[in-house]
Structures are given as C-alpha cells and as structure tokens.
C-alpha cells in the first residue's frame, strides 16, 4: 500500500502564488509517474500536470507557463508551483502516482487539497 499526502493549498489572492507537495510513502514499490489532477465544484476531474520518473513533464494548456510540476525522487515527492494564479484555477488538487510492485501496476489518489483563488 502506498499513501500519498498532499500540502500547500489554500486561499490566495489573483495573481498570487501557491507550492503544492505530494509525498508518497511505502514499502516495495516503486513509483513511475506521477501527477496533478483538479476538480472544480460541478466539473469533471482533469489533468493538469504529469511528470515521468525521469522527468518528462505534460501540462493542460491552460496551466503551461504558470504552473511547474517537478519531483524529487530521492524523497518519492511531486511538486506543483502555481504562479499566477487565476479564480478558474479554484478547485480541490488531487496528488496521483503509478506505482509498480514487481509485475503490478497500481495508481493511488492522495486526499485533495483545496486551492482557492480570490478576484
């Protein structure tokens, strides 16, 4: 079993900043990607960033150039830095990981964390 906890999220104002971070914690696995999801109230959860464990990063369109997903691995933890940040970006942010214990793969959701943006 793997656990992931997430922190960082908060209320900000337009245009302000917030660091979110994941970290995982577990025996025998290994972890290949890992990600950011979002669901804003009334909305469909959505990708908003992904990283591969050698560092290969995918953002929604909307987020690329204000938002950086990174990972250290050596601490089995994911990144997300929000930089101007907008109210459409108001929603709880959900930490994901791909796991893999010998020829298993498995994908863990952390608890959500709320970010909310003021105008």
């Known amino acids: 079993q793997v656990q992931l906890v997430e922190s960082g999220g908060g209320l900000v104002q337009a245009g302000g900043s917030l660091r979110l971070s994941c970290a995982a914690s577990g025996s025998r696995f290994s972890i290949n990607g890992m990600a950011w999801y979002r669901q804003a109230p009334g909305k469909q959860r959505e990708l908003v960033a992904g990283?591969?464990?050698?560092?290969?990063?995918n953002y929604k369109d909307s987020v690329k150039g204000r938002f950086t997903i990174s990972r250290d691995n050596a601490k089995n933890t994911v990144y997300l830095q929000m930089n101007s940040l907008k109210p459409e970006d108001t929603a709880v942010y959900y930490c994901?990981?791909?796991?893999?214990?010998?020829?298993?793969?498995?994908?863990?959701w952390g608890q959500g964390t709320q970010v909310t943006v003021s105008s």
């Open positions: 990283i591969t464990s050698g560092g290969t990063t």
């Open positions: 994901n990981a791909e796991c893999q214990r010998e020829l298993t793969l498995y994908v863990y």
